[in-house]
């Protein structure tokens, strides 16, 4: 019985955990489009590369998949471009999604700066994708090789040549993944390259003006209602931190409270099933002392096997507790009436012998005399 109900308690775990978990999947298909592209990757892909040809070209690598974004929806990650841009000798490296044809949207811009012999750099997500104030701040631990050309005289500023229709022959359309998949990817991403970064809360003063001059946000202007503002207008978040913080506190929340769920429900099963244990002890215990008893009780009599048996009801107990005492003062007053008897007899026999002793001349007069008295006496008193 015990076995029982605890794989019941077991199946019933196991059933709230799985449960759990479906609950989580479904969630997952509710992630804003932010989630499609990890700027955190994007950075360390950037300090990594050796130019932005380089850093393009590896951006848009169907088997690398930095990128799941597809804004215009047409099933196909969008081909992101890069464009350089230059002023105050700070240097502006802008991600723009082809989307149609002449159709752009600014996606992210990499902001390096030059302070002394301190070189800062942000990667600030576009406020239509990312909301307002959305900036990753690497920590490099090399300053990457191609910086060094940003401040030679002769250095050409890279503009992406490509545009819709017309890509470079190492790119090739590809189907979007899965939301879940796709994090899952960048999580081994991340685990691989041990990148390290902070969050940054102002963008450098100079990306405001050099946003204005060359950004590209011709989606945004025909698609004002899928900016993040309006898709997480009901959430109080002003960008993908504030809303990434919000869903691992509801979601640390609901596992807690399933956690919490399932932990209530398994001792009210076990303390049940010590109840019904408890119970069936004390009723086994009853009987085998009500058996006990009953043995202990039953008289042994000679001549007779005497079996009790341990299922007899109490009732056939205290009537063999009766009739034992009676039978017992019956065997005790024929004992005392043979010991009696016996007494009388060998008193009798002790007269006769001594009156033939007397008779035969053996014995004297005196002698007679007196065992005659003591056997009158004796008689006299045998028959009192």
């Known amino acids: 019985m015990r076995t029982k109900i605890f794989i019941a308690v077991l199946l019933f775990i196991s059933v709230v955990f799985v449960k759990a978990e479906e609950t989580i999947t479904i969630q997952a298909n509710s992630y804003d489009i932010s989630e499609n592209l990890d700027l955190r990757a994007v950075a360390d892909l950037f300090g990594r590369s050796t130019s932005l040809e380089d850093f393009e070209m590896d951006l848009n690598n169907s088997e690398s998949q930095y990128s799941n974004l597809d804004l215009n929806e047409d099933g196909y990650v969008d081909y992101l471009r890069v464009v350089e841009e230059e002023k105050n000798n700070t240097h502006f490296v802008i991600l ?35 909301g307002v104030d959305y900036i990753i701040e690497p920590v490099y ?20 040549p490509y545009y819709w ?14 939301v879940a998949h796709y994090h899952r990817h960048m999580h081994l991403y991340h685990k691989e390259h041990h990148f390290s970064y902070k969050y940054g809360s102002k963008p450098i003063s100079s990306y405001s003006s050099a946003r204005r001059e060359s950004s590209r946000r011709d989606y945004a202007a025909s698609n004002p209602n899928k900016s993040f503002s309006q898709r997480q207008s009901s959430a109080d978040v002003q960008n993908k931190r504030q809303l990434q913080q919000k869903s691992s506190v509801t979601s640390s929340r ?6 919490q769920g399932v932990r209530s429900v398994a001792p009210a099963r076990s303390s049940a099933s010590s109840a019904q244990s408890t119970t069936s002890t004390r009723s086994y215990s009853s009987r085998t002392q009500t058996t006990t008893s009953a043995r202990s009780s039953s008289p042994v009599r000679s001549g007779s096997s005497a079996t009790t048996s341990s299922r007899s009801s109490s009732s056939r107990t205290q009537s063999t507790r009766s ?39 053996g014995v004297p007069s005196s002698s007679r005399s007196s065992s005659s008295s003591s056997g009158r006496s004796s008689s006299t008193r045998s028959s009192r």
């Open 323 to 361: 009739v034992a005492p009676a039978r017992s003062s019956v065997a005790t007053s024929s004992s005392s009436s043979v010991s009696r008897s016996s007494s009388s007899s060998s008193r009798s026999g002790s007269v006769s012998s001594s009156r033939s002793s007397s008779r035969s001349g």
């Open 165 to 178: 229709g017309y890509y470079p022959p190492f790119y090739r359309h590809h189907n979007c993944w899965n």
């Open 141 to 160: 631990a090399y300053i990457p090789s191609f910086y060094s050309y940003f401040w030679v005289r002769d250095y050409r500023l890279w503009y992406s």
């Open 96 to 130: 723009q999604a082809v989307l149609a044809r002449d159709v752009y949207q600014d996606v992210a811009t990499i902001v390096v700066e030059k302070r002394g012999n301190k070189v800062y750099t942000q990667v600030i997500g576009d406020p239509y994708v990312y």
């Open 254 to 259: 609901s596992a807690s409270s399933r956690t």
